[in-house]
């Protein structure tokens, strides 16, 4: 299962992010978070593509997070702080971040005294999400509240599959490890 949020713009600049909830081969729950930049940009048709990028190394970035950095990103969306996390594999380094900000938004409302529709200023709650490889690759997205809804639920289903798998494996272990009862055949004189 994966959401993704594509957000290209007519700089070229803009970027995409998959969060994927997935199995591993012994069904343990994974979370892995991918990006790619932007590849081209149509101006003709307003659209964005990233595809040209796909297999660009300096352009995309993938990492997997565990259970408790999945809590700790769910605990900063729920209270709007920051969090950072740092993954080291081999000579690859991946920093990701996610930072708080507002963004400032006009809404339409219907005034009925002057029974016409009129623009007004409002605060929207959003975040800057960016994945960082070897300091060198950055790629970053705006996400806002929708978006951010729909991640938090992804993020909450692996944390509930994390804590049933263990669930699982406990129990599982305990039942092949428990002691067995010796049955005897008892003389019925």
């Given at each position: 299962m994966s959401i993704q949020f594509y957000k290209p713009n007519s700089k070229n600049s803009g970027s995409a992010f998959t969060f994927s909830l997935s199995e591993e081969k012994n069904n343990a729950?994974?979370?892995?978070?991918?990006?790619?930049?932007?590849?081209?940009?149509?101006?003709?048709?307003?659209?964005?593509?990233?595809?040209?990028?796909a297999k660009?190394?300096?352009?995309?970035?993938n990492t997997k997070i565990n259970h408790n950095e999945a809590g700790e990103f769910?605990?900063?969306?729920?209270n709007r702080t920051q969090f950072s996390s740092f993954h080291s594999y081999g000579e690859n380094t991946t920093t990701?971040?996610?930072?708080?900000?507002?963004?400032?938004?006009?809404?339409?409302?219907?005034?009925?005294?002057?029974k016409s529709f009129e623009e007004?200023?409002?605060?929207?709650?959003?975040?800057?999400?960016?994945?960082?490889?070897?300091?060198?690759?950055?790629?970053?997205?705006?996400l806002e509240p929708g978006e951010l809804e729909v991640l938090k639920r992804l993020l909450i289903k692996y944390i509930d599959s994390y804590i049933d798998y263990q669930i699982n494996s406990s129990r599982n272990y305990q039942s092949d490890n428990s002691p067995k009862a010796e049955i005897t055949e008892e003389d019925p004189f």
């Amino acid at each position: 299962m994966s959401i993704q949020f594509y957000k290209p713009n007519s700089k070229n600049s803009g970027s995409a992010f998959t969060f994927s909830l997935s199995e591993e081969k012994n069904n343990a729950p994974s979370f892995y978070i991918s990006s790619i930049a932007q590849h081209g940009w149509n101006d003709s048709k307003k659209t964005g593509s990233f595809s040209g990028n796909a297999k660009n190394p300096e352009k995309t970035i993938n990492t997997k997070i565990n259970h408790n950095e999945a809590g700790e990103f769910l605990n900063a969306l729920n209270n709007r702080t920051q969090f950072s996390s740092f993954h080291s594999y081999g000579e690859n380094t991946t920093t990701i971040k996610l930072t708080p900000w507002d963004k400032n938004s006009k809404v339409s409302s219907y005034n009925s005294s002057s029974k016409s529709f009129e623009e007004s200023d409002v605060i929207v709650p959003c975040f800057g999400f960016s994945l960082s490889k070897n300091k060198s690759v950055n790629i970053k997205i705006a996400l806002e509240p929708g978006e951010l809804e729909v991640l938090k639920r992804l993020l909450i289903k692996y944390i509930d599959s994390y804590i049933d798998y263990q669930i699982n494996s406990s129990r599982n272990y305990q039942s092949d490890n428990s002691p067995k009862a010796e049955i005897t055949e008892e003389d019925p004189f």
